[in-house]
């Protein structure tokens, strides 16, 4: 992806946390995901390879290029390939808004967790499209932080949940880009546009989701940002540690967790040169 600043950072905890969202949400947002034996895919964005995995996991007879622009982020993705005996994928590294392929070099394109860190995602899709080959197809995940509620609620909570929306904001992205996939992909002249919400509900029944999304993932990426908002003075101290408690208390036996995710499909068709 082009080089904004990245609002999470680049710790190992956040390696962590991807590898951990990547697990919880496995089935929700991927097993509908496959690719036919002999299939050009392009990974636009694959940072650390989290989604990586998955991707060619699923589709271990298709022939796989991920990028990223980030030399760091792709010596892990590789090593995390090579550590799972992975051998469908290739690396490059890469700015999605400058890809150095032929016209017409991929049957399919993915992008996952990618536009919402973009300050221009239409012009990214724009980009991209010349490199799908006629009837190629284009999947796009991404999350929608206003999509987040939950029970017992929380003003506190809330307010945190919204502090990590504008520090993304300031940097030139979107937290909130989940809702807007159809249009921008219209825009960008692809077709048949499908967009399907994905829907994360957590409750005490689910353990697996309690610890791998509702902690390790969603309230870990809002508690990384804690320094930053007391910097800025977005939140005061105390009202940021409520508000972080309160997300905790949604993992206890009565507490509930929601979060909505929005995986688009999308087609190139020629563009028409007549009447």
Request: net charge negative.
């Amino acid at each position: 992806m082009p080089e904004n600043r990245y609002v999470h950072g680049y710790s190992t905890r956040e390696s962590e946390r991807l590898s951990d969202q990547a697990g919880a949400l496995t089935a929700l947002l991927h097993d509908d995901t496959r690719y036919p034996a002999g299939s050009q895919v392009l990974e636009a964005g694959c940072g650390i390879g989290a989604q990586t995995v998955i991707l060619a996991r699923n589709s271990p007879g298709a022939v796989i290029t991920s990028v990223d622009i980030s030399p760091e982020s792709i010596r892990g993705a590789e090593a995390r390939i090579r550590k799972e005996g992975i051998t469908n994928v290739t690396f490059r590294v890469g700015d999605i808004y400058s890809l150095p392929f032929p016209p017409g070099s991929f049957d399919h394109i993915f992008v996952c967790f990618v536009l919402e860190h973009l300050a221009d995602p239409g012009r990214a899709l724009r980009q991209l499209r010349p490199f799908l080959k006629d009837g190629g197809t284009i999947t796009v995940i991404e999350g929608d932080h206003g999509s987040t509620f939950f029970h017992p609620d929380n003003a506190d909570a809330h307010e945190a949940v919204g502090c990590l929306v504008r520090l993304q904001q300031d940097i030139g992205g979107n937290a909130l880009v989940g809702r807007e996939l159809y249009p921008l992909l219209l825009d960008a002249g692809y077709r048949d546009v499908h967009v399907s919400p994905r829907m994360v509900y957590v409750d005490s029944s689910r353990p697996a989701l309690v610890e791998g999304f509702t902690k390790q993932t969603f309230t870990a990426m809002v508690e990384g940002v804690r320094d930053e908002v007391l910097k800025q003075g977005l939140m005061e101290r105390e009202a940021w540690d409520r508000g972080i408690r309160a997300l905790y208390r949604t993992c206890e036996p009565d507490g509930v967790f929601c979060y909505t995710f929005f995986k688009a499909t999308a087609q190139k068709y020629p563009r028409r040169t007549g009447p």
